[in-house]
């Protein structure tokens, strides 16, 4: 099984600043990586796949990059709907499919 | 728009069975394109993709949790279910049912969400 390992756990931004969220992969990946957002009280939504693609409809002050090991979520010019709980997943060795710890971003 | 809805009882005893039903609308379970996947988050935590399965019937388990773990899928229903054995304490999580794009290699739509409590 394929370890995802999130960091930070937490992240503190002042609304209008940025964010920047780390997942790393226990092996090569490629680019067979997804970030979800999760708001409290729902399931999570899908922002961007192929670690770098976004969904239709995200805003583009969301971008992925990274490939192999190392991937970054960055949120430019934070919004107050962004502060929420994030997660990756991986894709490239399925059953399972597996998610890193999560990343909260919170209002500093 | 296509729609996920998970259904089921929300308390279930240690050492019985969970099960939960996806009902899907909107869009047919049997699309050749798609899996269709349960994911738990016990409170808290993470996220844990149970396993996925197609509309033929083949399933694909997380090799965790595969021996407690029986999928289904009822095309005339438009629905697919899972049965888990055996469960405790931890098996006390948020469930949701998804929709696995195989090709993007992501669970875009998701339903809501039930919650199970494992419970005496």
């Known amino acids: 099984e394929i370890v995802m390992t999130q960091s930070p756990a937490t992240v503190s931004v002042s609304p209008g600043g940025r964010a920047t969220l780390s997942c790393r992969a226990s092996?090569?990946?490629?680019?067979?990586l997804a970030w979800y957002q999760q708001k409290p009280g729902q399931p999570p939504r899908l922002l961007i796949y192929?670690?770098?693609t976004r969904v239709t409809g995200v805003p583009d002050r969301f971008s992925g990059s990274g490939s192999g090991t190392e991937f970054t979520l960055t949120i430019s010019s934070l919004q107050s709907e962004d502060f929420a709980l994030y997660f990756c997943?991986?894709?490239?060795?399925?059953?399972?499919?597996?998610f890193g710890g999560g990343t909260k971003v919170e209002i500093k | 728009q296509l729609q996920l809805q998970e259904s089921g009882p929300g308390l279930v005893k240690p050492s019985e069975t969970l099960s939960l039903t996806c009902t899907v609308s909107?869009?047919?379970?049997?699309?050749?394109?798609?899996?269709w996947s349960w994911i738990r988050q016990p409170p808290g935590k993470g996220l844990e993709c149970i396993g996925s399965?197609?509309?033929?019937?083949?399933?694909y388990d997380n090799p965790s949790l595969k021996s407690r773990v029986t999928m289904s899928v009822d095309t005339s229903k438009n629905q697919f279910s899972l049965n888990l054995s055996s469960v405790t304490a931890a098996d006390t999580a948020i469930y949701y049912c998804?929709?696995?794009?195989?090709?993007?290699?992501?669970?875009?739509?998701w339903g809501q969400g039930t919650t199970v409590t494992v419970s005496s």
């Open positions: 997943q991986q894709s490239f060795n399925w059953p399972p499919l597996t």
């Open positions: 909107g869009g047919s379970i049997s699309s050749s394109n798609f899996y």
């Open positions: 399965l197609y509309y033929s019937g083949t399933t």
């Open positions: 092996q090569n990946i490629r680019t067979n």
């Open positions: 998804a929709r696995h794009d195989p090709m993007k290699g992501v669970l875009d739509v």
């Open positions: 192929g670690a770098s």
